[in-house]
């Protein structure tokens, strides 16, 4: 699951038909409430992801409906109580550096309740698939909507005559949304007949229990499903041989649920879809039977043990 972390979060309401005024107005303006069958857009700024920095830019186009089982005059009658149809919601989302890392698409219901059933316990407004992503999210699938967490605060609601290059200075509201995504690929690491493609970065043997990683110590991982890379490449080609393509997803490695040092990511020369990661083994790991697990964009995939000394 992803929480993403939005601010400076405005809806602006088509409230004229004189398209001479949209977007000129660079004070903070005022608006009516949206009414049913209005339309409106809103967009955001995203700042974090699962408690990590990011950027990016959260992007809505949507009419309202104000459906309910029980209307009042100018409300939609319906068995289902949901507040506007969404013609696209867009998360686009960047490293902190600026670096694209892939983008989200949802449709469906927003607002209103109940959430559908088998959504994250924590989502509590929204019916909202989604339909497809780009880059590391390349064919994803799942759903989403708000996240019912501390700290949330509504849309500012204004005009369409409203400047939005002004955003950012006259300020937006706060939220938070959890998606639920079920990616086309997910990182995993690759196996061989002594056990998971970990391997000691001094001579690249394999990490097993008659030479088992020392903490402390820096390994090698080799894994499939960690996207796409800088530079870029042809999908299906493989990695240039006499060059680094780094992967250009954020990736941790957790070991025993704690975070490991990830010192690098490439793309592994003439492989194709085949990944490289060394991380230093942290320095507290028990003796024993540790687990790892790899993700990329915050995607996590199947965990893998090794022996540790």
Not at 25 to 54: E, M, R
Not at 73 to 89: H, L, W
Not at 105 to 119: I, Q
Not at 187 to 198: D, H, K, L, N, S
């Amino acid at each position: 699951m992803l929480l993403v972390e939005f601010e400076n979060n405005v809806q602006y309401n088509q409230d004229t038909i004189d398209y001479s005024k949209l977007a000129s107005d660079p004070s903070a303006t005022t608006t009516l409430a949206s009414k049913t069958f209005q339309s409106n857009v809103v967009i955001a700024d995203i700042v974090a992801v699962n408690g990590q920095s990011a950027k990016g830019v959260f992007f809505r186009e949507r009419r309202t409906i104000m459906l309910t089982p029980n209307p009042t005059p100018g409300q939609a009658v319906a068995d289902v109580a949901r507040n506007f149809s969404g013609f696209e919601t867009v998360f686009e989302i960047l490293q902190p550096d600026g670096t694209p890392i892939g983008s989200i698409f949802l449709s469906g219901f927003g607002g209103g309740s109940p959430t559908p059933p088998g959504a994250p316990l924590v989502q509590n407004l929204s019916n909202l698939a989604i339909v497809g992503g780009t880059g590391a999210f390349l064919g994803a699938r799942g759903q989403g909507g708000e996240a019912a967490v501390p700290g949330n605060t509504a849309a500012r609601q204004a005009s369409m005559t409203e400047d939005p290059s002004r955003r950012r200075i006259n300020g937006g509201g706060k939220m938070r949304w959890v998606l639920h995504v079920i990616p086309m690929f997910r990182p995993e690491i690759a196996t061989t007949p002594a056990g998971p493609a970990v391997t000691h970065s001094t001579d690249f043997s394999v990490v097993t229990v008659s030479k088992p990683a020392t903490p402390g110590e820096v390994l090698s991982l080799f894994a499939t499903g960690l996207g796409p890379t800088r530079p870029g490449l042809d999908p299906g080609q493989p990695f240039p041989s006499n060059s680094s393509a780094i992967v250009n997803s954020p990736i941790s490695v957790t070991v025993n649920g704690k975070s490991a040092e990830v010192l690098a990511a490439v793309g592994y020369p003439d492989a194709v879809d085949g990944y490289q990661v060394n991380f230093r083994l942290p320095p507290d790991t028990v003796a024993g039977a540790a687990t790892i697990q790899l993700s990329a964009a915050w995607i996590a995939g199947p965990a893998a043990t090794i022996a540790v000394q």
